[in-house]
């Protein structure tokens, strides 16, 4: 069993928390830590845990902790933990900066403990069901539109939603960024709620993002396109279909689909694949790899370095919306 706490009890921190209770063949809570002491014993009443009075004394009694706070707070929260040889899971966007981010990096390092990096999509299972498909995608398109909610406009539509996509994103292209532009529009907030950005590759891919929190519905879509083959990921409905063509070989079946390519070329047969998608929830799932890694002494499938290359490629859009008067100085 391994002892665990939790730091940041709004409304993410309940859900993580209930999820922690169902883990309980992992997982022992030992109790949680909010700011906010009227919060906190609230929560530990609704969940049955103890409140603890500072973080530094939830700290001293666990294994590792859930951080599940602003954003504003991930750095030093995640500092006193790792420097107390704790591990630490912490929800996206990992800090407020890269220069925090490679802090940490450096302290995790030292301390030789586990840091997991709270991007839930790479554990959507529509996304995982697309894993195994993923060979060198040349074109990417993403579009995660969210309805308004007041709750995660101090941030901009890009830590806020389109961070999901970029980490994504760069875990499947294996090459390093060339170029960023973006664009953006702040509707309602004094931060851009509607964003596209373009990504550039050096093995020359291109990747084309869409967020925005202004939208009439919602949507989390991502395209990838690479040789003879298009692989659509639904991260909302959780579905996942991939379209893929080769070589006809011999006579064409009566129900194949063919695609004569011209020019003396041989003929495509064009398969579809609509895998079925086990329904697990993805915020579940990542706390318990999370444990697993800590068992078994591996890296955690989203590294503090995924996390900071992540933030990274979200502080270069932000710097582009900036440039194009997207984003009001504060």
């Known amino acids: 069993m391994i002892k665990i706490g939790l730091i940041g009890a709004g409304h993410l921190g309940k859900i993580h928390l209930r999820l922690i209770k169902e883990l309980s063949e992992v997982y022992e809570l030992v109790g949680i830590f909010d700011n906010n002491p009227e919060q906190a014993k609230l929560v530990s009443e609704e969940y049955d845990c103890k409140a603890f009075s500072s973080v530094e004394a939830l700290i001293d009694e666990v294994d590792c902790v859930d951080i599940v706070t602003p954003t504003t707070a991930h750095f030093e929260t995640a500092s006193i933990a790792i420097k107390r040889s704790t591990h630490v899971f912490i929800e996206k966007p990992v800090t ?10 450096a302290l995790a390092e030292e301390a030789k403990v586990k840091v997991q990096v709270g ?29 308004f909610n007041p709750r995660g406009t101090d ?11 970029i980490d994504a994103i760069l875990s499947v292209v294996n090459s390093t960024v060339r170029k960023i532009s973006a664009s953006g529009v702040a509707v309602v907030s004094d931060t851009p709620d509607i964003a596209n950005a373009r990504i550039e590759f050096d093995n020359g891919c291109v990747a084309n993002l869409t967020a925005s929190r202004i939208s009439l519905k919602n949507m989390r879509k991502s395209r990838f396109f690479q040789k003879d083959a298009y692989i659509s990921v639904d991260f909302l409905e959780k579905e996942m279909e991939v379209v893929q063509m080769e070589t006809l070989e011999g006579e064409a079946g009566p129900y194949d689909m063919v695609m004569e390519m011209g020019n003396g070329k041989p003929s495509k047969k064009i398969i579809f694949d609509k895998p079925e998608i086990e329904p697990i929830n993805a915020i579940k799932e990542e706390l318990l790899t999370f444990a697993e890694c800590i068992k078994n002494d591996t890296t955690p499938i989203v590294s503090l370095e995924d996390g900071m290359l992540a933030l990274h490629v979200a502080e270069q859009i932000l710097d582009k919306l900036k440039m194009n008067g997207s984003m009001l100085d504060k």
């Not at 991007?119 to 309805?147: C, G, K, S």
């Not at 941030?155 to 996509?165: A, G, T």
């Open 155 to 165: 941030v901009p539509v890009i830590l806020d939603l389109m961070i999901h996509d």
């Open 96 to 105: 407020q900066t890269t220069y925090e981010a490679r802090a940490l990096l």
């Open 119 to 147: 991007h839930v999509e790479r554990f959507n299972p529509a996304f995982r069901a697309a894993i195994p498909y993923f060979d060198q995608p040349m074109f990417i398109e993403t579009h995660r539109l969210a309805q």
